[in-house]
């Protein structure tokens, strides 16, 4: 049986949707969580403007916090940050810095969940992309300068400036497709949707359908590549592109 241990922001908002991905990989693949406290000043999430929702999350991602925070009830075979701005906003190097504290922490391969984008991207050979990201514009500009980092080019981007990620959970299949079909681009080899809390676990293989090009949302990609991390890819119908090579 394999173990994936998943830091997360904030309870009760897309560990199910996770958990839907995990049953359809492989009954037998559990997945344990644990949570990364926000920082006392912090408050509610929705009330802080842009300034201070970029703040929260970039202390929020400090490798300090994460490593506190890895403590699961049985030591997972690997380890990811399933948090998209809480790993980019940090660059290239600081999402690299998390990853390479956690391994050290927990003595397992570590990832996290904008690593994990570009091993997707990387995977399927996509070079440029754009972007439907439900963040403020200038929080978006930062993933597309993580991904520019990496050589990736962002050829369009939407920005839905949610006011927090329990606010998205609420997201339903309607507004996500509409928020994807907003941010796709003719030249775009993929559209990614960065954010965990979203439930797209059931629109995979529809919204791929609907725009023709491979379609990587957080939770597809982190599950992904924990379980690439451990040299088992997973390969399954049904799920989108990323699953079926």
């Known amino acids: 049986m394999t173990r994936i241990g ?39 999430v929705d009330d802080l403007d842009p300034a201070g929702k970029h703040e929260a999350v970039r202390e929020l991602g400090a490798p300090d916090r994460l490593s ?37 922490r927990l003595s397992v391969p570590a990832r996290s969940t904008s690593l994990a984008y570009l091993s997707a991207l990387a995977h399927l050979g996509a070079g440029r992309v754009a972007l439907a990201s439900v963040y ?61 809390a979203l439930h797209t676990t059931p629109l995979l293989e529809d919204l791929e359908t609907g725009l023709g090009k491979p379609v990587l949302t957080a939770t597809a990609v982190t599950l992904w590549d924990a379980l690439r991390a451990l040299g088992t890819p997973p390969i399954r119908q049904g799920l989108g592109k990323l699953f079926t090579r």
């Open 6 to 44: 998943l830091l997360y922001p904030t309870r009760d908002c897309g560990e199910d949707d996770f958990l839907a991905l995990a049953r359809k990989l492989d009954p037998d693949l559990t997945v344990d969580f644990a949570y990364v406290p926000w920082g006392e000043k912090i408050g509610r």
């Open 68 to 104: 506190a925070a890895a403590r699961f009830s049985t030591p997972p075979d690997v380890v990811s940050w399933a948090c998209s701005s809480c790993s980019f906003t940090r660059g290239l190097e600081g999402a690299l810095e998390q990853a390479r504290v956690l391994e050290e």
């Open 136 to 196: 403020h514009r200038d929080t978006t500009a930062d993933f597309a300068d993580f991904l520019a980092k990496a050589g990736v080019d962002t050829v369009h981007s939407v920005s839905a400036d949610a006011p927090s990620d329990r606010a998205l959970a609420t997201w339903d299949r309607r507004r996500i497709a509409e928020l994807a079909a907003a941010a796709d681009h003719a030249e775009a080899e993929a559209l990614l949707i960065p954010e965990t």
